[in-house]
């Protein structure tokens, strides 16, 4: 997606080998332009896969998956993080490891708003290792449901995710893939496999 | 808003007299176009007030927001909800006291995204005591920008938010007005002083 490759070029701030800070229109302040047109390219991948719902995961997942479900024409749900929890009959939970952060959080969704049969596509900012992706995926699963795919809009393609994601059978569709942040410079990866 | 107050009827629950769960189209899962309505209603009610900016706070804000600063071809910030932080001298901070929560957070926001002279809108989904409208007047005040209004998609009108805010100077928009939760049924508040 070029519009977002450009923004990457002209926005992002390489901080280190591994992290590419776009707080400037993705991850604090927001674009909505850009979230809309984010929106639209999801739904064009994922066009015929008959989606019932898009689940996303707080916070910065919530612009790119509510633009998502306008332009799908669904409700869109986004799972909460928290440190840790009471155990409750009426949520799903699973356990996420963040090895930005080096915390275990978990996240939850109420089972009121994901039924059996659903088709979901999860949403999400981000894609390093894919743990957050993956705890989303089995919430669907836990629920019933199926994982119609997986929307990212930044992939960094050096790290495990999307080969993690896919051996396990999830279609991933990333909107722009980072090869490499060595020597301060964003390089993409080629789009696909 | 007669959209909203209809969803507020039809799938809002009254868990007690001050409480109103609206996690079906609002707080977790998000109905779509609804939002992108709330967004147009926001952007009528605010014309000729010349916004630069849509500030919220993250989560529940987002969805709103976003769609409000689409619509007035602006960005959007969210501010973070922080348990406590080492001070940074890149970041607004101000501590919001939640009393549903009985708990003082720390909302940030990266100095950089508002500049002196901007005219921000904060956005918010529910407004009781006005703790997180106030500290985000607070934030668009530190950076030397001005509150253009305040818009909010569910006022408790039956709590204190909206005089206080009113009291000090800032123009208040809600999109619905709950009068009262008593005996397990929402009441609507006339609109407007």
């Known amino acids: 997606m070029e519009l977002l490759k450009n923004k990457v070029l002209q926005e992002?701030?390489?901080?280190?080998?591994?992290?590419?800070k776009v707080d400037?229109?993705?991850?604090?302040?927001?674009?909505?332009?850009?979230?809309?047109?984010?929106?639209?390219?999801?739904?064009?991948?994922?066009?015929?896969?008959?989606?019932?719902?898009v689940l996303?995961?707080?916070?910065?997942?919530?612009?790119?998956?509510?633009?998502?479900?306008?332009?799908l024409n669904v409700p869109m749900i986004f799972a909460r993080k928290q440190k840790s929890l009471t155990l409750r009959e009426d949520?799903?939970?699973?356990?996420?490891f963040s090895f930005t952060k080096q915390e275990t959080n978990e996240i939850t969704v109420s089972r009121k708003f994901i039924?059996?049969?659903?088709?979901?596509?999860?949403?999400?900012?981000?894609?390093?290792?894919?743990?957050?992706?993956?705890?989303?995926?089995?919430?669907?699963?836990?629920?019933?449901?199926?994982?119609?795919?997986?929307?990212?809009?930044?992939?960094?393609?050096?790290?495990?995710?999307?080969?993690v994601l896919k051996e396990a059978?999830?279609?991933v569709e990333s909107l722009v893939r980072i090869g490499s942040l060595e020597d301060g410079q964003v390089t993409f990866a080629e789009d696909g496999e």
């Not at 996303?56 to 332009?71: K, Q, R, V, Y």
């Open 91 to 96: 949520i799903f939970v699973e356990k996420v």
């Open 115 to 163: 039924q059996p049969g659903e088709r979901v596509l999860i949403v999400d900012d981000f894609l390093a290792n894919g743990e957050a992706a993956f705890g989303l995926a089995r919430i669907v699963e836990q629920a019933g449901a199926e994982v119609a795919g997986i929307g990212i809009v930044i992939e960094k393609a050096f790290q495990p995710g999307r080969r």
């Open 24 to 53: 400037s229109f993705l991850n604090h302040q927001m674009d909505p332009v850009l979230m809309k047109e984010v929106g639209r390219e999801f739904t064009r991948r994922f066009d015929g896969e008959r989606i019932t719902k």
């Open 169 to 171: 059978g999830y279609r």
């Open 56 to 71: 996303t995961i707080e916070s910065s997942g919530i612009a790119p998956g509510i633009m998502t479900a306008l332009e």
């Open 12 to 20: 992002g701030k390489v901080l280190s080998g591994k992290v590419l």
